[in-house]
Nanobody, 127 residues
Framework: VQLQAFGGGLVQAGGSLRLSCAAS????????MGWFRQAPGREREFVAT????????YYGDSVKARFTISADAAKNTVFLQMNSLRPEDTAIYYC?????????????????????WGQGTQVTVSS
C-alpha cells in the first residue's frame, strides 16, 4: 500500500488549507485512514482519522471544530479541511492508514497501530 499526500503550503493565520491523501495498492474494505502531524522537536501528534466502513470520525483535541476529515471511499482517498489555522498548526502532516484488526481504547491516537505512512506534506501558518 502506498500513500501519497497533497495540499500543504504556506498560509496566514486564520486561513484555510485542504490536504488530500490517496491510497493505492491492496487495501481491505475495513480500514481507517487519517492524519498525524509533527512539529520540530515534538512527538508525532494525532490530528484526525476516519473509518472507511463506518464513516465514524475522530479528532485530536487541538483541532476539533476547526478541522474536518472526510473520505471518498471508492477512491481510497481522504481529505482534511483545515480552517481557522493557527501558527501552532505548523508541522509536517503525515497521512496514515490502519488496516490491522486491533482496537484498544483510543486506538485512533496510537502511531504504532497504523500500518502505512505517506511521505508528509509541510503546512506552515504565519502569524
Amino acid at each position: 500500500v502506498q500513500l501519497q499526500a497533497f495540499g500543504g503550503g504556506l498560509v496566514q493565520a486564520g486561513g484555510s488549507l485542504r490536504l488530500s491523501c490517496a491510497a493505492s495498492g491492496r487495501t481491505f474494505s475495513r480500514y481507517a485512514m487519517g492524519w498525524f502531524r509533527q512539529a520540530p522537536g515534538r512527538e508525532r501528534e494525532f490530528v484526525a482519522t476516519i473509518s472507511r466502513n463506518t464513516g465514524i470520525t475522530y479528532y485530536g483535541d487541538s483541532v476539533k471544530a476547526r478541522f474536518t476529515i472526510s473520505a471518498d471511499a471508492a477512491k481510497n482517498t481522504v481529505f482534511l479541511q483545515m480552517n481557522s489555522l493557527r501558527p501552532e498548526d505548523t508541522a509536517i502532516y503525515y497521512c496514515a492508514l490502519k488496516q490491522r484488526n486491533s482496537f484498544p481504547v483510543g486506538w485512533y491516537r496510537f502511531v504504532d497501530l497504523y500500518d502505512y505512512w505517506g511521505q508528509g506534506t509541510q503546512v506552515t501558518v504565519s502569524s
